[in-house]
């Protein structure tokens, strides 16, 4: 065994984060399909309320180094977008989003609102934060991410969300935008995000949907393991936000087009490799291509992409 991969213990599941239930159905056994991780991971059903779960974890202590040395590896060289000041830019911005079914989030967040942007990376939404007037801080954990914002003149807390508690600022908007599906303890990362809101904040919720349409056995693209901990469809995702004491305002189910784009990506991957066909979006005519499949499916409800805003 290789240094590298004695650092990595895993750990088996032993309940359900939700219901604590201990039976689960075997669904699939997907590999790293993009950053090399080796080995299989099953990722199993929840007997008592359908939560997805994955069986075989990297133990929480092992995260950092999983996401220092595998995630996002190959794709670090990509040039960073820089945020633009230019509120019609943003507009702009936010309009190629909404047709790419890919800012929805966001079309919620007031004019004038502070928002917290959990698991910020580069600070990607802050063009169409600031269309809409918005006071955008991003919370991340990556060193490299928040030197590249600062430099760019965003605000930026570097950590996590106990961080940003320690901080003791308070925002009308908290977004936990793909980061949900990634935290270890799920519900406590739900009420953590909520003890950041003022008093009459909102909680914005976006993560893959395991009741998702595109979701096959044998491939879905966002079984995503080893990082994916967790698959919350609407009704699971209901429930971790009751047991974290927040209600549901609104919930709904949308495909973002490059998601269905980037499927043809599955096919290119080979275990223990970086799969270099997830380098870059796809094309704006590939991500246009794939508008009747997630109209179909965002119709039925089932979308690839939970959306929640919690209060
Ligand atoms: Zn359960």
Known sequence: MSAKKAVFRRVALRACPLCQGRSFDPVAEPFDDRYGFPGRFPVEACRGCGLGVLRTQVAPSSL????????????QARPAARPSRSVWKGRAFFLRA???????????????????????GEGWPRPVLAALGADYTGLEWNRRDCERMRADGLKVIQGDLRSALKSKRRFDTVALSQVLEHLPDPVK??????????????????CPNWGSAFRRPEAWLNYHVPYHLWHFDPRTLALAAEKAGLRVLRLWTLSPLSWLALRGCLAAAVEGEINPCFHGAPSLPRQLAQWPE????DLQGRGDCVLAELA
């Open 64 to 75: 950092g180094r999983l996401y220092q040395d595998y995630y996002h590896q190959g794709i």
């Open 98 to 120: 909404r047709l790419l079914r890919g800012a929805e989030l966001w079309r919620w967040t007031r004019p004038g609102a502070s928002v917290l942007d959990v698991g910020s």
């Open 189 to 206: 990362g739900l009420r953590q995000a909520a003890s950041l809101l003022n008093a009459q904040g909102r909680l914005l919720v976006a």
């Open 294 to 297: 997630a109209l179909a499916a």
